[in-house]
């Protein structure tokens, strides 16, 4: 079902998008996403306030095992997101994601087969894929 979702959205994507055809246009559209998304993320931090971004070297106790660093690193964020900062962080992750869908669709790929190639590569190598 969830690959009919993807599926479907992609090829909605694809029906939709006649404007910026190009992959020149996609691209650069996918850049201007990707820079938006980040711009609203700062905002939440600088203009609004609900979240704060605390960040500093993570330190990793000598002769760990991967397994347990994620005990003790954090994603420096401090805070939750308000409402509004949500709102318009999904619409800019909503419209990375057309993007997205309209690239892959232009080189032939399919996203759902990526997802699912990743999953299954995480599940098999864990942690170590990361390496």
Same mark, same amino acid.
């Given at each position: 079902?969830?690959?009919?979702?993807?599926?479907?959205?992609?090829?909605?994507?694809?029906?939709?998008?006649?404007?910026?055809?190009?992959?020149?246009?996609?691209?650069?559209?996918? =850049? *201007?996403?990707?820079?938006? /998304?980040?711009?609203?993320? %700062?905002?939440?931090?600088?203009?609004?306030?609900? $979240?704060?971004? #605390?960040?500093?070297?993570?330190?990793?106790?000598?002769?760990?095992?991967?397994?347990?660093?994620?005990?003790?690193?954090?994603?420096?964020?401090?805070?939750?997101?308000?409402?509004?900062?949500?709102?318009?962080?999904? =619409? *800019?992750?909503?419209?990375? /994601?057309?993007?997205?869908? %309209?690239?892959?669709?232009?080189?032939?790929?399919? $996203?759902?087969? #990526?997802?699912?190639?990743?999953?299954?590569?995480?599940?098999?190598?864990?942690?170590?894929?990361?390496?």
């Amino acid at each position: 079902m969830k690959d009919i979702i993807v599926d479907d959205f992609q090829e909605t994507v694809n029906d939709v998008l006649f404007r910026h055809k190009s992959i020149i246009d996609v691209m650069t559209k996918l =850049q *201007e996403s990707d820079a938006r /998304l980040n711009r609203a993320i %700062a905002k939440a931090v600088t203009s609004c306030g609900c $979240i704060k971004i #605390n960040a500093q070297k993570q330190a990793l106790p000598d002769n760990i095992d991967l397994n347990q660093a994620s005990q003790f690193v954090g994603s420096h964020i401090e805070g939750k997101l308000c409402d509004d900062c949500k709102e318009i962080i999904n =619409q *800019e992750l909503q419209n990375h /994601l057309f993007y997205l869908a %309209a690239l892959c669709n232009l080189l032939d790929i399919n $996203i759902y087969d #990526n997802v699912l190639e990743e999953y299954k590569k995480l599940n098999t190598l864990g942690t170590y894929n990361l390496l």
